[in-house]
Each structure stands twice: as C-alpha cells, then as structure tokens.
Antibody, heavy 116, light 107 residues
Framework: EVQLVESGGGLVQPGASLKLSCVASGFTFSDYWMSWVRQTPGKTMEWIGD????????NYAPSLKNRFTISRDNAKSTLYLQMSNVRSEDTATYYC?????????WGQGVMVTVSS | DIQMTQSPSVLSASVGDRVTLSCKASQNINKNLDWYQQKLGEAPKLLIYFTNNLQTGIPSRFSGSGSGTDYTLTISSLQPEDVATYFCFQYNSGPWTFGGGTKLELK
C-alpha cells in the first residue's frame, strides 16, 4: 500500500525557517517525480514545486523559489521541503504528492501556522 | 501564469442528477488538465487525468472532457458520497496552477 506521511509542521514565528519531511512507503520512491502542494485556510490550492526522481532537477512556483527548497533522499525514501523566512501567508496545510499521470497519491497533510 | 477559473463556485444538486462542473483556462492548455475531489477533512484524490482518463478505482459515473481552454467534469448520476469540493489543475506550462474549486452540495 502506497503511503506518504508528512511531518515537521507546527507554529513558527515570521522570519523563521522550517523543514518538512515526507516519508514514502509501498512503492519504489526513486522511480517517481514528487511534488509539494499547499492549501490555505481559505482552501486555495497552490503547487509549490517538484523534484525529479533522481533529485537532479527541481521546479518551483516563481513566487516561492527564493524561499523554498525541495530535496530528497532516495536511500531514506524521504522528500523534504525547506522553508525559510516564512511569512503569515505561508500558513497552510502542506501536502506531499507523487506524480504519475496526475498526483495519484497524497499524504494526509501537515499544518504550518506562521504567527508571532 | 495560467489562470484557472472554475464555475460555479457552489453547486446544489439532488441525488440522481447529472452534474456538470466547468473549468476555464486563461490560455490553451492542450488537454493537460486533471480533476481532483476533496472531501471534508481529507486530502485531495485524483479523479481524472489528461482531461478524460478515469483514474483507477474511480466510479464510471465520473467523466471528463474538453480541449483548448474549456474543460468539464461530469457526474452522470449524483450520489451522496460525491459531496465534496472539486478542483481542476493544469500542468501545461509552469507554474502549474489549480482552479479555485467548485463545492458540490446536496439539495
């Protein structure tokens, strides 16, 4: 059974950094592009970016590129999202997703709240 | 960025109704469009990929169509378990973008 389990969220102050993790199981992690998607409290969905199966290439939404970094450790079947200089508008639920003809599997999501 | 506009934002329908949800792109997206269903408190689920391909395990009452800038998700006979918010998503050109969603309610 494919599973994606995110962790690392919580309450963080504006300007701080945070690293989210997503542990994958039930499939060969190193065969798939992976993405992060977030959903605001108002339910707006935003694609953050993705990473090639071998980690050699990443794509980002231009508005987030300078502050967010996606990486992966295929030996640990883990996807990461490094968030820096966070702002109140980064408050959202963050989902880890697998890409194959669409985002065919999603994690349960992890909440990040940016507030002082 | 390609803007994805979904309509209506809220749709009320009865069990058994044929329901049509619309998604319009700000430019041609060459059928590079998926549909996702999100039930309350859950992660989104892939329903349709590349405009009209039913994801494995999704009931056949769901179908997708469209081309160019205009796309449609149809539920042939609405069931109570279909109450959810539906999002379209384009991956034709970056950054990839979602529509604002259509919330489907039972009348």
């Amino acid at each position: 059974e494919v599973q994606l389990v995110e962790s690392g969220g919580g309450l963080v102050q504006p300007g701080a950094s945070l690293k989210l993790s997503c542990v994958a199981s039930g499939f060969t992690f190193s065969d798939y592009w992976m993405s992060w998607v977030r959903q605001t409290p108002g339910k707006t969905m935003e694609w953050i970016g993705d990473i090639k199966y071998d980690g050699s290439y990443t794509n980002y939404a231009p508005s987030l590129k300078n502050r967010f970094t996606i990486s992966r450790d295929n030996a640990k079947s883990t996807l990461y999202l490094q968030m820096s200089n966070v702002r109140s508008e980064d408050t959202a639920t963050y989902y880890c997703t697998r890409w194959e003809r669409g985002f065919d599997y999603w994690g349960q999501g992890v909440m990040v709240t940016v507030s002082s | 960025d390609i803007q994805m506009t979904q309509s209506p934002s809220v749709l009320s329908a009865s069990v058994g109704d044929r329901v049509t949800l619309s998604c319009k792109a700000s430019q041609n997206i060459n059928k590079n469009l998926d549909w996702y269903q999100q039930k309350l408190g859950e992660a989104p689920k892939l329903l349709i990929y590349f405009t009209n391909n039913l994801q494995t395990g999704i009931p056949s009452r769901f179908s997708g169509s469209g081309s160019g800038t205009d796309y449609t998700l149809t539920i042939s006979s609405l069931q109570p378990e279909d109450v959810a918010t539906y999002f379209c998503f384009q991956y034709n050109s970056g950054p990839w973008t979602f529509g604002g969603g259509t919330k489907l309610e039972l009348k």
